[in-house]
């Protein structure tokens, strides 16, 4: 039998007052790190949550953060129709260890790959502290339940405001929208498939309010115990999406991606240095 899924917080700081730690990071320093036309924010996952933080705080606007691994940075990349999404983002973080790899072929250097969970985990644990509001949409209706049910279980003071699954008639899309306008949550995790969920996100900022869109893509099932654990090897490395393709030969558009995304940053690693040596 399948073991209960336990949610592991995965931070340094449970023990230290991260109340303090976040407001005392400056979050005016962004510096950017430019791959194949996508403007990463080249910070930590503290400073990421920080900045993240401050938006709720200020209340200003609609904020998007937008992770990226290497099969949707190739299909983003400069050039593509999609890359008009990378450049309205708020926010465009580094999901895994083949960016890290692709940074280092052109000259530069990722400060850190974060983690949609860990940057997720770090921002409930907060939000039930402060009481924030959250709203969960996307996956399928029993791992949204069953997400919930984990969430609720080890941070009994969250504030849900509301959940649903991402099947989504046009009745119930108008539902979900309306709920999301009404109850104007300060962080909406959304879980669909790429780039759906994108589009949606682009689609339909005028029902987000001033709140803070996060995508998650497939964390919703990892999160409710739906998916098997990615192996550590893969995990510790920030290569979650790899051992996807690894485990889905079948999928040759994914094959072709990763071929793509090396194939591009060993070209441009070469041209770079081509480019120095003279």
């Known amino acids: 039998m399948k073991e209960q899924f336990q949610i592991v917080h995965q931070s340094a700081k449970e023990e230290r007052d991260y ?13 950017k790190l430019n791959l194949a036309g996508i403007e990463f924010d080249n910070i930590s996952r503290d400073k990421s949550v920080a900045v993240i933080l401050d938006w709720i705080k200020k209340k200003e606007k609609f904020n998007h953060v937008l992770f990226l691994d290497p099969l949707k940075l190739i299909v983003m990349r400069e050039g593509k129709p999609l890359n008009r999404i990378t ?13 890290e790899w692709a940074s280092s072929q052109v000259g530069m250097k990722l400060v850190e790959r ?16 402060q009481s924030l509001t959250l709203f969960f949409l996307g996956s399928k209706e029993k791992v949204i339940e069953q997400l919930f049910f984990n969430l609720i279980k080890h941070f009994p003071a969250i ?57 998650t893509w497939g964390t919703f099932d990892i999160l409710s115990g739906n998916l098997d654990k990615i192996p550590d090897y893969f995990q510790s490395r920030g290569l979650g999406w790899l051992w996807k393709v690894i485990i889905n030969p079948w999928r040759l558009n994914k094959l072709w991606k990763t071929a793509r995304f090396f194939i591009y940053f060993k070209i441009a690693g070469l041209k770079k240095r081509k480019v120095s040596e003279t």
């Open 114 to 129: 974060i983690s949609i969970i860990s940057l997720m985990m770090d921002l409930i644990r907060y939000s039930e502290k």
């Open 87 to 99: 450049k309205k983002a708020s926010m465009v973080l580094a999901e895994s260890g083949g960016i």
């Open 19 to 31: 109340f303090l730690e976040y407001q005392n990071i400056d979050t005016t320093d962004r510096p």
């Open 159 to 215: 504030r849900i405001v509301g959940r649903h699954s991402g099947y989504l008639t046009k009745e119930r899309e108008l539902m979900v929208k309306e709920a999301i306008r009404k109850t104007s949550p300060d962080i909406i995790f959304l879980g669909m498939d790429f780039p759906e969920q994108e589009l949606w996100i682009e689609n339909n900022t005028g029902f987000f309010g001033k709140s803070v869109v996060i995508g």
